[in-house]
């Protein structure tokens, strides 16, 4: 009895003693931690080591200590430090980074007798395996850390274990053979085809791994020919390496194995047309069209169709009225069989926006608008019908008719609606008021427009505030050069021309006279009068060498030279951009053309 109370007293004696102690461990870690995350890896390795040394099997502690001695390059302590934690735990973590560390301070051979050792003394493992990889891989050590996976994999007998880990050594040795063996092992282990991209991926810059892997993926997919995974990945890889055709053919195969009726390739279509591929993009979507009505994506596929060779047409220099037509036709067939679908008001919209644009039927464009304003009511093509017929009747000069228009969509347009065909409609009409000479009272609406700083509009209206502003004094100037800009607008370049160059004759010494010189010579630019655009340009640089649009002027005057294919006075004139207007917020686009022109084959 006597024994077991002073086994007590001692025991309650002893505990705050214990717990002081551990106490004090627990803030030398805080301690030590904060000394490592401040960047201060000295006196945080002292601490760790201190640490260790009173509680030697702590794997936490040795573990930092690896840390901070590594981050100083203390090699020659931690072999110490790791001898001295081998004679207490000897487990193949600490072997295969003993080994790590010899090889640091110098000693290659022991370090090889070490990691060889290891993979002898204990029993054949995942992780005994990938201890001893990851030392060596840390070394940069590639072929060991290969040579020590693939004993692991013979050791485990499992032919694709590790393949996660060797396809990523062999992506480093440029080894696209076994890299891509490894790469379709973990694949098709996993179904991963984010992982098989991007390694395949890294591959791609080597022409003879392109060709290679092509040949390869091609094989699987024969082999394998009902996986879809793998068609996927496959089709993934051709349209990487633009062997768009056969990807699509590969797509096709896939829709039929989903049994997606279309959709794997309206995606490919789709895809295809925001990429600017647009033949291959107009091929699938006839795929799916050539199915007929009945396929739940025709309408789709008809209006991507229609929108495809819309861009086609605008990035090709060659277009045709009937081109024109047969993309109006597409339209039309949208719009007259699938009234109650989206794409019906927005193919009315289209059609009136290539008969307007690019058959200059501006009545026809009129009266499709008529119907597309008539048929579906209050939403936002029908805002967007309005816009675009109140540009139509400007471009025509019916100015009332194009307010008038202009109002219907202020007057109408709901306030849950985004705003953007509102902004558009007040400015438009703040526009014609400036053309009508009513010079204050467009000021006042172009003010009240550019206060909204998120509207698409308002540097539009600023830029008229601006020009209304400083040339408030020449009322009469003012109103000409208004009736200059309507004149451009409505492609009446002569007249607009002749407009520009009385004012910048006139009003010499006026800002007036600067827009002026600048206005005609983009628009003779745009003509491809580029002789005549020039000579004006040259004008007003020499009796304005000092004007704030001084870098404007040679960005056109460089713009007429490049288009006109004089590589080398349209570098110089560029060229002089960079070193007299270094501040200048085109320096960006003038280097791009710069470098673009230099590139280019002579």
């Keep these: 009895m006597r024994i077991n109370i002073l086994f007590l007293i001692l025991f309650f004696l002893f505990i705050p003693i214990i717990l002081n102690a551990q106490s004090n461990i627990r803030e030398k870690i805080k301690l030590a931690e904060s000394y490592e995350k401040s960047g201060d890896f000295t006196n945080a390795a002292r601490l760790y080591k201190e640490l ?168 699987e997919a024969t082999n394998k020919s009902n996986d879809v995974f793998t068609q996927e990945l496959y089709a993934y890889y ?39 591929q647009l033949s291959i993009a107009l091929e699938a979507y006839s795929k799916i069209i050539d199915q007929g009505r009945n396929n739940r ?55 009136a926006f290539l008969y307007h644009n690019y058959l200059n039927e501006s009545e026809k464009a009129i009266t499709v608008l008529n119907e597309l304003i008539n048929t579906y009511r209050n939403n936002n093509v029908t805002f967007a019908a309005m816009n675009l017929m109140g540009d139509i009747y400007l471009y025509l000069n019916k100015l009332e008719e194009a307010i008038n228009s202009y109002q219907k969509v202020v007057s109408s347009h709901p306030k849950t609606s985004p ?6 409609a007040e400015y438009k009409t703040a526009e014609i008021i400036y053309y009508q000479g009513e010079l204050d009272s467009a000021l006042t609406l172009f003010k009240k427009i550019a206060l909204n700083t998120g509207s698409d509009v308002s540097n539009d209206a600023i830029e008229k505030i601006v020009i209304i502003e400083k040339n408030k004094h020449l009322t009469a100037a003012l109103k000409t050069f208004a009736l200059a800009e309507l004149k451009e607008l409505q492609t009446n370049t002569k ?38 655009a020039r000579q004006l340009l040259t004008q007003f640089i020499e009796i304005y060498p000092e004007s704030i649009y001084g870098d404007l002027a040679l960005l056109h005057l460089g713009n007429s030279y490049m288009e006109e294919g004089l590589k080398e006075s349209a570098i110089q004139t560029f060229t002089t951009i960079l070193s007299k207007y270094p501040r200048s917020i085109y320096l960006q686009e003038v280097r791009d053309k710069i470098r673009k022109l230099r590139d280019e084959k002579i």
Excluded at 56 to 75: A, C, G, H, M, W
Excluded at 197 to 204: D, H, K, P, T, Y
Excluded at 307 to 326: A, D, G, H
Excluded at 419 to 424: A, G, I, P
């Design 238 to 276: 051709l349209r990487a390496i633009g062997d768009l055709n056969e990807s699509l053919n590969i797509i096709i195969k896939i829709d039929n194995l989903k049994r997606a009726e279309g959709r794997e390739i309206l995606y490919f279509a789709d895809r295809s047309r925001q990429d600017d």
């Design 419 to 424: 705003t953007s065909q509102l902004e558009y």
């Design 495 to 532: 007249e607009a021309i002749d407009l520009y160059k009385q004012l910048a004759i006139e009003y010499k010494g006026e800002d007036l006279s600067e827009l002026s010189f600048l206005r005609a010579g983009k628009i003779l630019i745009k003509n491809k009068d580029f002789p005549n």
């Design 52 to 219: 260790l040394d009173v509680n030697p099997k702590n794997d936490e502690i040795f573990q930092s200590v690896i840390r901070t001695y590594q981050s100083l390059n203390r090699f020659s302590e931690l072999k110490d430090i790791i001898e001295k934690r081998l004679t207490v735990i000897s487990d193949f973590t600490t072997n295969a980074l003993y080994g790590e560390v010899l090889w640091q301070t110098g000693n290659h051979q022991e370090a090889n007798r070490i990691w060889s050792e290891t993979l002898k003394k204990f029993p054949p493992s995942f992780d005994l395996y990938i201890a001893v990889f990851q030392s060596q891989s840390k070394l940069r050590l590639i072929d060991k850390a290969i040579q020590t996976l693939l004993t692991g994999r013979k050791a485990l007998n499992n032919p694709t274990v590790f393949s996660n880990e060797l396809s990523q050594l062999y992506i480093a040795t440029g080894n696209y053979q076994d890299g891509t063996e490894e790469i379709l092992n973990f694949f098709n282990e996993h179904k991963h085809i984010s992982f098989a991209q991007g390694r395949l991926f890294a591959f791609m810059n080597n022409p003879k791994a392109v060709e290679y892997i092509k040949n390869r993926l091609k094989r």
């Design 297 to 351: 994506y025709f309408t789709a596929a008809l209006y991507g169709y229609a929108k495809t060779l819309e861009r086609k047409i605008i990035t090709e220099t060659k277009i045709t009225p009937e081109i024109v037509l047969s993309i109006i036709d597409r339209y039309s067939t949208i719009a007259r069989d699938f009234k109650n679908l989206p794409e019906a008001s927005n193919s009315l919209y289209q059609i």
